[in-house]
């Protein structure tokens, strides 16, 4: 009998149990849910920091517009300051990653593709770009490090265009990396005053921006052939 019993008790358990379970399984796990929201935070100090700048925002602002209490952001970061690096870093490896992705054709010329996949990337970013560049006074030393190593990494990538280049005699750059962080440096600027509707399509700022990339870096020609 106390076996009928128990096998009783084991059925009528089961449906609550099964529901329990049920539940467990749908139930979104703590984890992505916590990505989740510091997505949102990210989101939100993005947008904070290209409106107001990185000094004049606070945690309960931020907080406010993820609709968090102020306590809860730290769960994620302990620091506005860890908020800042975390867009940076961001930013910095989605640009590396998509210029290996990029898929200009094969034979397009180096620094051709480099100067189009730069205009064309940060022309759809301009919030990112504005803090990656504009806030890099707010970084903490070594914060700063850490970013400016990965910047680092880009420039190598028209440096050796540049070098190489020069070596087959299709540039003329005196110094390679000096040349990068000019030419970096103009291409960057552009989202700061462009505007989708203008005068000037995305086509016809590649088409200008490259023709001056092109000029700051063109072999001398020897005035022997220039009179020919």
Do not use: C
Request: hydrophobic share 40%; no cysteine.
């Amino acid at each position: 009998m106390a076996t009928s019993a128990a096998k009783t008790h084991d059925r009528a358990m089961a449906p609550g149990q099964a529901g329990s379970q049920a539940g467990s399984r749908t139930r979104p796990p703590t984890r992505a849910k916590g990505q989740e929201t510091a997505e949102r935070v990210r989101k939100a100090a993005l947008k904070r920091f290209a409106a107001s700048g990185y000094a004049a925002v606070s945690m309960r602002e931020i907080a406010s517009d993820v609709g968090v209490r102020p306590g809860a952001l730290y769960n994620h970061f302990p620091t506005k300051q860890d908020i800042l690096k975390d867009l940076m870093l961001s930013h910095m490896a989605d640009l590396l990653a998509a210029w290996e992705a990029s898929d200009l054709p094969g034979e397009t010329d180096p620094l051709e593709r480099f100067v189009r996949f730069h205009i064309r990337y940060h022309l759809e970013r301009a919030d990112e770009v504005f803090i990656s560049y504009m806030e890099l006074r707010n970084l903490e030393p070594e914060n700063f490090r850490i970013i400016e190593a990965e910047r680092r990494r880009y420039e190598a990538l028209l440096t050796d265009i540049l070098e190489n280049g020069r070596s087959a005699g299709r540039y003329a750059a005196e110094d390679p990396k000096v040349t990068t962080r000019a030419i970096i440096a103009m291409l960057t600027g552009i989202p700061a005053w462009y505007r989708e509707g203008g005068r000037l399509s995305e086509r016809d700022i590649e088409e200008l921006y490259l023709d001056l990339v092109r000029k700051a870096v063109a072999p001398e020609i020897p005035h022997g052939d220039r009179m020919a």
